[in-house]
């Protein structure tokens, strides 16, 4: 494999198929490629969503290519039928031959932004990179430029760190999404029915149980919000709408549904929330980077990771319960739950401790103190 550093790449790629939350903290490492090398072609090896969300709005990345599923790679690609697909393995056809299309492209640099190298460095190794560069742990294949992958540390730090080995560097490390008028007029539906007045959203659903604040805790805070003159807008994924029901019917007062935006519409509404509720989960990351003020709810380990790197607007709920409350066993290292705790897969909430006067209370400081239009809301 090649040593040396183009002085002047032509084309870039990165590999980065994971998820929103994921995407989100590699955006101020894409971007610091696009500013270091501006003329260059940026391409981001993804998975479908991501190719339809970056198309309608202005981003560092010029194109993205859908990876196929890909066992270490890209392991849960979901089929039209809501069935998550099994990732195959190296030598199917498939990969082979999207290998075989990506070589024929003739990137300068080939980069990873995801993992400890062990599945992802041998598959980077086959698309024929002049240089390569991400993350590596022994016994992982090598690559030309690599950082190891310690667990506990800022995702977006860590996707600059890897950045920097091409040479690439930023000042802005804030994530930030724009949203277009593609977006706002996807969330006009649920605008309407705000009828105009101050609105916060609340996200009460999560992929892990083990970072879900429970329903009838956040139906209390909610209807605080409420009591103050604001609409409630509980937000959630089609496969959320249990949860979403669950707060609502512990609520005393009524509050807005909203599972069926896509990514952009859902931007838009974030964007111009007085206040964002959330889970650490893809929304709470999502609100952050399109300038809205959020109280997240967090476990402490996952504050090391996913914690935003600024508190001006935004807050944290912090759970400090690292043992399991079945099992007694603390998950937390190695991360994750393998191999000192690999019976430890208990279906508990982590988060369920923070108390909804912490939460309020963190609310408050972000709250104005009059509420005003949505229009004249500030941002501070």
Known sequence: MAAYL??????IAVLHAKAL???????????????????AELVLL????????????????????????????????????GVQAVGAGFGSVEVELFCKAIRAEKFDLVIHMQGDGKAVNPFINKLGG?????MRNPPAERIDRSIPYVHYQSEVLRNLEIAALVGAHTTHLEPQINVTRADEQEAASIRETIKGKP?????????????????????VVADSLAGKGYEVVLTGTSKEEGIVTNVMQAMAHTAIPCTSLALGGLAALLKKSALVISNDTGPLHLARAVGAPTVGIYWAPNVLNWGPLSRKRHRLAISWQLECPRCGIKPVSPWPFQPAAPDCDHPYSFVESIPVAEVLG???????????????????
Do not use: Q
Not at 6 to 11: D, F, L, N, R
Not at 61 to 77: E, Q, S
Not at 204 to 215: E, M, Q, S
Not at 362 to 380: D, F, M, Q, V, Y
């Open 130 to 134: 002049s240089l390569t560069a991400g």
């Open 46 to 81: 993804s998975r479908p969503w991501v190719k339809e969300f970056l198309a309608i709005r202005p981003s560092a990345i010029d194109r993205v290519i859908n990876v196929p599923a890909l066992t270490g790679v890209n392991n849960a690609v979901e089929t039209t039928d």
């Open 21 to 39: 939350g994921d995407l989100i903290v590699a955006l101020p490492a894409l971007e610091a490629i696009k500013e270091t090398y501006p003329t």
């Open 6 to 11: 183009p002085s002047a790449p032509g084309k």
């Open 362 to 380: 963190l609310a408050a400081e972000l709250l104005p103190a009059e509420k005003t239009s949505e229009n004249s809301r500030e941002n501070g």
């Open 199 to 219: 609105y916060a959203v609340v996200h009460a659903g999560a992929d892990d149980i083990r970072r879900i604040w429970p329903a009838d805790k956040f139906a």
